[in-house]
């Protein structure tokens, strides 16, 4: 069992009468671990991270820092140091002294702040920039001397808050693996917030799913991703299909729910945990197109017909309308040619099928309300 | 002509100079080759002055009057650091503290410009008075000896020309200090620096704009100036305003008023470019951080 590194009991943050920023969040993160934050806007990531930062005093809770109360102790006091998303590099300092910053404040000796900065530099790729100032860098290599910064002073624990919000694309792939390699090399633990999953899921050991200023769901990337266990957090992973339904028997470890379009699919018990209404998800990769009439036996199948394909080039995204006109997505592997058969055609009948370990539930939508997720993506309407 | 300047993109910026030049020329470099010409001659206002190219008077006057150059120095240099002492916790508390009073508070800063100048130097005098209500009540509380006194005394002078330039110090300072994102200052905390290291090593270096612009907005205008020592000092702590105030408007001596008066620009414009040199070198803005 890993030592805690960081433990939130109960941690709540308002502003004014109203706003509740972060709201009774309690979680342990392991020595060593990458771990994400992970929300749309406002959700409170930041905050979060800044209470664990100290730059934030909780309106109630506790934060531990290795088994010791930080919860009022100034940031300058704290064992954790922090990624700025702007960097919050120091203009008049070369980037050697920006990166010795808090070396220097910790009264290391000369000799011991040299190599360990120029260690840094190395690590990042960057000693040959040592002389130059801040503004004499591009975002990309400013992002880097924010990370140096940070890391030599050996902290228990980094926070990064969106560290590659403002660099494009391209170069936030590239520093997303950097991150992770340089996150390995030195073994320190990683508290790491962003708004992006994809970049969330590449990286972390576990992530935080977080919403309206709690975390929804908690687990390895793998973990959330195929059984998330909210309508919320499927949705903010990717895509997926719900249908509702309402449960009808079990056998075994398996379910049967009988889904509100008619035919019964069959679910993992635990998925269901106990509910009798769900809805039932799937995410598009899962879904396998068969030909009518021809199920697949042990497999769920629902007859529809295709009302539409676009070919993405390594997929092909397919919309199957079924007997209710919901709208089901598939992607298909394009592993052979795609040269298209008949029965790949708007308008074909086709079974959509999908193995019932991978499919999930989550709550129905209170009754009356209409289905608030895109058809098409199966992502949440704000 | 439009055409003429769409094919000279420069010469536009030149032709919107061209008042600003019109009127320093006119205004300012015209009087003063007309001073340096009047230091050069010689006379009395009786017999009336001749040109007579006599640039012996600079070192004759400068001989006469160095006490008063030195009072104005030390006087405008005191006087410079008790307004950096003042103003930088104010600018500091505006700028960081201020919230949403910031813009009050500023207007309090510069309240005081709302009074004469010379009417502001006057209320001092009450308020300095030997048995005025400051000095007064500390004397009937037993707090000072009887024989105290501050009015007509060099501290008056450096009192007055404190408070009376003290804006000029406190806005620049609170323009470098608002300035400086907040996130950078975080990021110092961040990093193991406490309030005091925070402020000699990120605050302050950052600052420095502010700072030299402060300083020099205060230094020059007191080195210059004569109705503090006028109307708060005594005699002997006449700075060389007053000389030169009195050798032109007093005795009509105008060469050695003018003679002094250069003088004086010559030894502020050597110090300026001076500080200017060292503060803005790297040493200054502390990038040796040790
Ligand atoms: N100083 C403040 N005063 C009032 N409300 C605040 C303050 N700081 C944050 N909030 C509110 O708290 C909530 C959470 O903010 P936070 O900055 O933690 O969000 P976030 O998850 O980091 O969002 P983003 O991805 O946009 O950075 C938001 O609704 C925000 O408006
Ligand atoms: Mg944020």
Known sequence: MAQVDVRLVDVTKTYGSDVRAVDGISLDVLDGEFFSLLGPSGCGKTTTLRMIGGFEEPTSGRIELQGEEVTWLPPHRRNVNTVFQNYALFPHLSIRENVAFGLRRRKVADAEVRTRVAEMLELVELSALADRKPGQISGGQAQRVALARALVNRPAVLLLDEPLGALDLRLRKQMQIELKRIQVEVGITFIYVTHDQEEAMTMSDRIAVMNHGRYEQLGAPAEIYERPSTRFVAGFLGASNLLPGTVVGAEGDHVAVRLDLGPIVRLPAAAIAGRSRVDVGVRPEKIRLGSAGAATPGVNAIPGHIQDLSYTGVSTQYRVALADGHLVTAYAQNIARADGGASALPGAEVLVEWDPADAFAVDPLPAGTEPATDPVTGAPIE | ?290
């Open chain 2, 1 to 290: 002509m439009f055409a003429w300047l769409r094919r000279h993109p420069s010469a536009t910026a030149y032709l919107l100079l061209a008042p600003g030049i019109l009127y320093l020329a006119l205004f300012y470099v015209w009087p003063t080759v007309g001073m340096f010409l009047v230091s050069l001659e010689t006379g009395t206002i009786q017999t009336g002055y001749t040109q007579s190219w006599n640039f012996g008077v600079y070192p004759q006057v400068l001989g006469e009057y160095w006490g008063d150059f030195l009072n104005s120095i030390l006087y405008g240099g005191a006087a410079t650091l008790a307004t950096f002492a003042i103003g930088f916790p104010l600018a500091w508390f505006v700028a960081f503290r201020g919230g949403r009073y910031k813009t009050l508070l500023l207007f309090l800063i510069i309240a005081p410009f709302f009074t004469s100048f010379i009417l502001r130097t006057i209320s001092w005098k009450i308020i300095l008075a030997d048995n005025g209500f400051l000095l007064g009540t500390l004397k009937d509380l037993g707090l000072l000896p009887d024989e105290t006194r501050i009015l007509a005394t060099p501290v008056a002078v450096i009192a007055g020309i404190t408070y009376n330039f003290l804006p000029f110090m406190t806005l620049p300072l609170y323009v470098a200090l608002e300035k400086i994102p907040p996130s950078v200052l975080e990021a110092a905390q961040d990093l193991y620096a406490d309030p005091l290291s925070r402020l000699r090593r990120v605050t302050l270096p950052l600052a420095m704009p502010g700072v030299i612009a402060g300083s020099l907005l205060t230094f020059i205008p007191a080195v210059g100036d004569f109705v503090n020592a006028e109307l708060l000092g005594n005699p002997r702590t006449t700075m060389i305003g007053n000389v030169i105030q009195a050798r032109f408007l007093k005795v009509s001596d105008y060469p050695t008023g003018a003679a002094l008066a250069f003088i004086l620009m010559a030894a502020i414009l050597t110090g300026v470019l001076v500080y200017a040199r060292l503060a803005g070198t790297e040493e200054l803005y502390g990038a040796r951080a040790g």
